[in-house]
């Protein structure tokens, strides 16, 4: 499979997934410029950590409108992988591909530690993962704390849809203790934790891994 990294202005994981994704995956991975209008020959997108356009307005809300944005639209509308992690996340939720908003930890602190989780593996980013397995993800954000209605939470239950929670604390005062959603479809998948910083035990862990793992074996031929 051939993944599309999509760079903006800000962002600052870039490098780190392609490198997951190259490197320690095995599966191609070109870096894209927001400003591309074109996504042909890619099977996936995954969309960075950062702080694009500063985090003016709102975290992610001007990248929203990138010239890119129509065609990551069309991409996931034809049910191939989407996938974003903190500013990634916040870009999808923006740019109205994943329900619910993002917004300023409950805090008011940037939060930046290693945060346990817990793995719901049905879906398509996580079915390499234990039934519930508990694992410790990388966090460092200043808005993650995810809300939305009661109708939008009610669907993402029913649906299945909440994929990470945090466990042992909630880092900034999420609903539901919610760290990661995906779509209705299933396909695209948002979430605050950085998979892409725990890819080998070197660096402090390589529960990341089962992540790519899932997606490669789910959306692959
Ligand atoms: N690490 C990140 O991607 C940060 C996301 C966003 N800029 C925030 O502070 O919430």
Known sequence: MKFAIIQFPGSNCDTDLLWAIKDIMGAEGEFVWHTADSLAGFDGVLIPGGFSYGDYLRCGAIAAFANIMPEIKRFAAEGKPVFGTCNGFQILIEAGLLPGSLIQNKSLKFVSKWQGLKVNNQSKFSSNYDSNEYIELPIA?????????????EQLVANNQIVFTYENGNPNGS???????????????????????????????????????????NFGE
């Open 141 to 153: 954000h200043g808005d993650g704390q995810y809300i939305a209605d009661d109708a939008t939470l």
């Open 175 to 217: 609903t539901q203790a919610i760290a990661g959603i995906t779509n209705a479809t299933g396909n695209v998948l948002g979430m605050m934790p950085h998979p892409e910083r725990a890819m080998e035990g070197l660096l402090g862990s390589d529960k990341g891994k089962k992540m790519f793992q899932s997606i490669l074996d």
